[in-house]
């Protein structure tokens, strides 16, 4: 069980990207207890590092960049580059939080039968689903995450915008422009957006704010409808009332479900594949499968 488990481990820290110890729990399917005993002997090998910011509850966790590079073997990720591995030290807060929402919707989730998380991807990877600017050097969208929420009858693909409050208002609607504009020509079909706020007081600025981004990209673009639906919530809101609960405020300002985002056809994926189960053999070809992403950003994801 250990080094299935440490391989576990460094593959969740890479796909999903830094979380805390209780996140590692659910998304691995391991015990806390296992998952610290593990994390801890990953550090002792340079493997992972860890910080426990004032704000968090406990310790949380990232790669190294050898670390990074021995997940990237164990998913054949052949667009890793260690030169480009980023020090996580600084993000760590900022990802947890992240974290926190997509493993929220993991656990929830994961209750009913037959519906899960898949394709999970942290910033890192998700910045790779997407084009690049003319000099190549940066992508287009850096979300904070991207995945599929399967539910009994459909399949919802989300994008994750965290907001601490660092960065100002108007980013928001700069941000409504770039993803509607990126997503009308990949054609997929209505996404969603989740921003998601650390601060419960600016919910209703940002939804005001992501409905000015999104005029500005109809106008130009003819008074068409944006691919994309654009949904705001807090952490707190999260944490009260689940993240499948009434908490998710559009732009146009109508409270809804998770249930009710705009959604396609359930794709045929099986248990095996959700975020947090775990099977006695580590089935590395089930992880592997979606992280291999080219650099550049010219993989079609969510495709089934």
Partial sequence: MTAQLYEMLAVSLYLHGTQSTGQLAVTTGYHRDNVIKSCRKLRNEGM?????????????????????????????????????????????????????????????TRKATACGVVEWLGPRLAARLYPVDADRSRSLLKPDGTATVVLPDRQVDVHLELDTGAQSLGIAAEKARAYATVLAVRGHGKENVLFVTALPGRV????????????????????????????????????????????????????????????RARGKWSTDEFVGYRVDRYARDAWGRFARIPAGGTREVHGR
């Avoid at 054949?76 to 929220?104: M, Q």
């Avoid at 999260?238 to 732009?251: D, F, N, P, T």
């Avoid at 109508?254 to 959604?263: A, E, H, M, Q, T």
């Fill in 48 to 108: 992972v590092e860890a910080c426990k910011p004032k704000r968090m509850a406990e310790q949380i966790w990232y790669l190294t960049a050898e670390g990074a590079a021995t997940a990237a073997q164990l998913v054949e990720d052949e667009g890793f580059d260690a030169r480009t591995w980023p020090r996580l030290k600084a993000l760590a807060y900022h990802d947890a939080l992240a974290s926190e929402v997509f493993v929220r919707l993991v656990a929830e």
């Fill in 204 to 263: 209703e600025n940002l939804a005001r704010m992501l409905k000015a981004g999104v005029a500005v990209w109809q106008k130009g673009a003819g008074g068409k409808e944006p691919p994309v639906g654009f949904w705001v919530a807090s952490l707190e809101a999260l944490e009260r009332e689940g993240a499948l609960g009434k908490i998710w405020l559009s732009a146009e300002g109508r409270l809804c479900r998770f249930g009710d985002l705009p959604s």
